[in-house]
């Protein structure tokens, strides 16, 4: 694999503006090769440290889980941010050992006591056990892939592996990010939402009743609500599991001129004098069924990022692990505000009180209004990415441009742009009223900054 990084010594500094990665990367080499001894062989080189690896190994594989989020079957966008986040830790986990002065998340995320260790005396390559724990967590994870799906992650396995074969410890290497993978995944089953991609809808939860209260559209199987425990969830991060609820501002009310009125008639205006500009903002933020969900947008913009820096696979590993877990928590806490709220639609609302036949520009989903899930996650995974690439990092966002029209690469000055534009899409969409995107990046960027807090590095 291609070292896309000087040589020691002749780091060139502009690459890690913004970042707070410059010191590890600049002492990784020197550090490591103090630090272990590897095969008894005197004549055998030391591992290389993680930072002199690319950062392919990390953004193929989250390539490849976009892709299984995509055309896989029950990935909601909870259930998506989830896999997202034990991912981000396992690859995270499978190549720490290797990045100088690193800090093993076991012990600061909610019930992770222990991982398990390397063999210091011996030699690793961090490419591979990145690309071992990266494929077993993800075959776990997507438990109910199709053979066809599994054929594919064994066959990106192997063409990763194959620049490495030769190497000394390779297969130390697997067993390690495989043992690595494993741990994870059996942490992940205790946490309320193993094989959640089974389960978005159970047919026996009854949605309460009352004034201003979200009610399914119909009585199909499709509107039922959709994952109504998932904010009884353990969260990644403990200090995000104590926030406490954010407020909703305002009280039911059919009377013109209150608050609850006012953001009622905002969006039914919005609606019915939406420029183009805004509809392509609302059709863009959709991430809607058979896409790879807002979860999967906030890490499509990560890899972006990551390629444009042209960033080392320890970089690519913290920063999918943090962003992975930023978006999971945020689900899991917008989730328990929507569920105790059980706020109705603006479709509810608009219908009941003004235009019997007013339609939104995207489908509203099976689930209560406040607050708003892309604008939580999108704050979330904003908060993460600056502070690990700078408040002002322009990018420019490609997810989508496959699709064609519409759907063209949009420039963005930096993260707080693409959250607030990703908040204010739901707004244009018809399916959120303006306080539920505005809260939920509030709520978003909480989640993000303790996920900031953890100790990555000694």
């Not at 502009?14 to 490591?32: D, K």
Request: net charge neutral.
């Amino acid at each position: 694999m291609l070292n896309i990084f000087p040589p020691a010594g002749r780091v060139n500094a502009a690459t890690f503006r913004g970042s707070h990665w410059l010191g590890a990367a600049l002492l990784a080499t020197t550090l490591l090769a103090t630090s272990c001894s590897h095969d008894a062989d005197p004549n055998l080189p030391v591992s290389p440290a993680a930072e002199s690896y690319s950062a392919d190994v990390a953004t193929k594989w989250a390539d490849a889980e976009l892709k299984l989020i995509r055309t896989g079957t029950g990935f909601s966008a909870p259930v998506v941010s989830r896999a997202l986040g034990y991912s981000g830790v396992a690859l995270y986990e499978a190549v720490a050992p290797g990045i100088a002065g690193s800090q093993s998340l076991a012990g600061q995320l909610s019930a992770l006591s222990t991982l398990p260790q390397i063999d210091a005396s011996q030699r690793y390559n961090w490419a591979v056990a990145a690309n071992a724990a990266e494929a077993a967590i993800i075959k776990s994870l997507f438990g109910n892939a199709t053979a066809a799906q599994r054929s594919t992650i064994d066959s990106l396995e192997t063409a990763l592996n194959q620049p490495f074969t030769t190497d000394a410890g390779f297969d130390r290497s697997v067993q390690f990010g495989r043992a690595i993978a494993q741990a994870v995944f059996d942490w992940s089953r205790t946490d309320g939402g193993h094989e959640g991609y089974l389960s978005n809808q159970p047919a026996g939860y009854v949605p309460p009743t009352g004034v201003g209260m979200w009610v399914p559209a119909n009585g199909t199987a499709a509107a039922r609500a959709l994952q109504p425990y998932w904010g009884q969830n353990r969260m990644f991060v403990p200090a995000d599991a104590a926030m406490p609820m954010p407020a909703l501002a305002y009280s039911y009310s059919t009377t013109p001129g209150s608050p609850y009125y006012t953001q009622v008639q905002e969006v039914y205006n919005t609606g019915r004098n939406l420029t183009p500009a805004q509809r392509t903002i609302a059709l863009y933020w959709a991430d809607g069924g058979q896409t790879i969900t807002p979860p999967g947008h906030s890490i499509s913009i990560t890899g972006i990022v990551l390629r444009a820096r042209q960033a080392s696979l320890a970089q690519a590993a913290e920063a999918y692990a943090r962003v992975g877990m930023a978006v999971a928590d945020a689900f899991v806490g917008c989730w328990k505000c929507k569920y105790q709220f059980n706020w109705q639609r603006p479709i509810t609302a608009i219908q009941g009180m003004i235009d019997p036949s007013w339609l939104p520009v995207i489908p509203t989903p099976p689930f209560p209004e406040f607050v708003s899930g892309h604008s939580s996650q999108s704050g979330a995974a904003a908060q993460v990415l600056e502070d690990l690439f700078g408040a002002q990092t322009p990018f420019v966002d490609n997810t989508h441009q496959a699709r064609g029209v519409g759907y063209e690469p949009r420039p963005f000055a930096s993260f707080a742009a693409f959250a607030d534009e990703a908040a204010m899409s739901r707004l244009y969409g018809g399916i959120h009223f303006r306080s539920a995107n505005e809260v939920g990046l509030i709520e978003g960027r909480k989640v993000g900054r303790n996920v900031s807090a953890l100790h990555f590095r000694r």
